[in-house]
Nanobody, 124 residues
């Protein structure tokens, strides 16, 4: 299984960025997939996920600003991030095959499959 991430970057507060994650070698549409992030000096935290039925869930801190979507035909997961603020600065990780009920308490990549992470820096 391989997750290849792209996107991220640097932006001024109030701006937008997006991430994409292309998944290959994964045969089972099970559990949740989505994004985590880890800011300097902080624990990794869940940001958003989508389950096998397409239902999406977001952390309170990003609700209304971030949008997660998946394209099953292209095996691609996307995170659109709008109205960014400096608190969103972190390394963002794509992750799949994680039980949905554990998403919001998971702090380390001990379950599922993970991308290498992409940096998001919000200044201002």
């Amino acid at each position: 299984v391989e997750l290849v991430e792209s996107g991220g970057g640097s932006v001024q507060a109030g701006g937008s960025l997006s991430h994409s994650c292309v998944v290959s070698g994964y045969k089972y549409n099970m559990y949740c997939m989505g994004w985590f992030r880890q800011a300097p000096g902080k624990e990794r935290e869940g940001v958003a996920n989508v389950d096998t039925d397409g239902r999406t869930t977001y952390a309170d801190s990003v609700q209304g600003r971030f949008t997660i979507s998946k394209n099953n035909a292209k095996n691609t997961l996307t995170l659109q991030m709008d109205s960014l603020n400096p608190d969103d600065t972190a390394v963002y990780y794509c992750a799949i095959d994680i039980p949905c009920e554990t998403w919001w308490i998971l702090r380390r990549p001990t379950l599922g499959y993970w991308g290498r992470g992409t940096q998001v820096t919000v200044s201002g």
